[in-house]
Each structure stands twice: as C-alpha cells, then as structure tokens.
C-alpha cells in the first residue's frame, strides 16, 4: 500500500465469523470507491477465520490484519483498529454483513455534499432464511438531521420512529480525534451506541 492517505478505513471486529468473512470483505473490496483500506481485528478466533483473512489479503494489499492474543471483545478489537486507522472517514462493519458496491461512495458524496460530520443511512436486514429482508427506516427516506436529544429520543420504548443506534455511519475521523472518542470496552453489547452519543455530545450531528 503506498503512503497516501485513503479515503476511507473501514473497521471489522471478528470472532468466529469465518463462514462469512469472504462474502462480507469482498462486498467492501468491491466498492465503487477504491480509495479504501479494511482493518480486521480477530478477537481471539478458535475458526478458521484468520487463515481466510490472510488469504484475502494476500489478494489485496488494502486489507491489513491484527489479532488479539485473547477474546476482549468488540469494543477492544475496533479501538485497536482506530488506532492504526489512517483514513479520513471510518466506517465499522461486521464480519457477517454485506455492503451495497456504490455505498461508501454515496456516503462520503453526501457528507461532503451537506457538510456532515457523520452521515448515515438504511440497513436491510436480512438472514439466510430471508435473502431479500427488509428495509430498516421503513418509509422515512428525506433526509434530515439529528441531534444528541434527537438520537437518544429514537431508543427510547415505544418510540415512534427506528432506533437510530442500529445504523452503521459514515465517521470523520478528524472528528474522533477531536473527541478522543473511544470504545467501552467493558461493553459487550451497545458499545456503538454510547461511542455515537460520546460524538454527539461533542456537539456533532448525524446526516
């Protein structure tokens, strides 16, 4: 990989994910924005998930692995990648996801576009069961922004509208460095949720 700066590095934490790590990093080395660099942090995996990483890699340079010597979960494994993060947007994905070929390109357009810090958008939830899935926002499709209050307004019980914290945005990373923004990592579960609200309170809003 040469020196400059990539426009994006997207995040992976991984235990076990082996059965999918194939099809969920090719969706990401296939993206329309090439400019890119995959950090993939094994948390400890007993798998074969690290042989299928460093076979990947072996196929594109812009994949760089890390291992865990133990299991510290994912708020360990994806502070470990953000310290070695050197794109100007940070995207986290899981090892068992897809991502649509021309995302990472629309999403940086439209950060760049409105001046967003971060920049979010739809998730279709899926399973092997169900391949087509289902649309996560649902109807809402104007875009708009949203507030720490705001953010926090959409996880609340009964709210009327899709919590927000599911979504998997678009970060600048100047923005994380300004905050000193990291994972709790003593959160094994809504660890993204309070990282989000940890930028949101610095006064930053969600595209």
Same mark, same amino acid.
Request: with cysteine; aromatic share 6%; proline share 2%.
């Given at each position: 990989? %040469? ?12 235990? %076990? $994910? ?54 510290? $979960?994912?708020?360990?494994?994806? %502070? ?9 947007? #940070? ?78 945005? #678009? ?18 579960? $809504? ?5 989000? #609200?940890? #930028?949101?309170?610095? $006064?930053?809003?969600?595209?």
């Amino acid at each position: 990989m %040469n020196d400059q700066r990539p426009d994006v590095s997207v995040i992976v934490a991984n235990y %076990n $994910g082996a059965a999918h790590l194939r099809a969920a990093l090719c969706s990401v080395l296939d993206q329309t924005l090439t400019s890119l660099e995959v950090l993939v942090v094994d948390d400890a995996s007993s798998d074969g998930s690290v042989r299928e990483i460093r076979a990947i890699a072996a196929e594109d340079r812009r994949v760089r692995l890390f291992t865990q010597l133990k299991n510290a $979960g994912p708020g360990a494994a994806r %502070n470990l990648a953000l310290a070695q993060a050197r794109g100007r947007w #940070l995207a986290v994905f899981d090892s068992d996801d897809l991502m649509a070929p021309d995302r990472l390109e629309r999403l940086v357009e439209r950060a760049m576009q409105d001046g967003a810090q971060i920049v979010a958008d739809d998730l279709q939830v899926f399973s092997e069961a169900d391949l087509v899935g289902r649309s996560f926002l649902g109807n809402e499709r104007e875009a708009r922004w949203v507030d720490l209050a705001g953010f926090i307004a959409t996880s609340r019980m009964y709210a009327r509208t899709p919590n927000l914290g599911y979504l998997k945005p #678009l970060i600048s990373s100047d923005l994380v460095t300004r905050c000193r923004a990291r994972y709790r990592e003593d959160l094994r579960i $809504g660890e993204d949720y309070d990282f989000m #609200l940890q #930028l949101l309170a610095s $006064g930053a809003r969600v595209r």
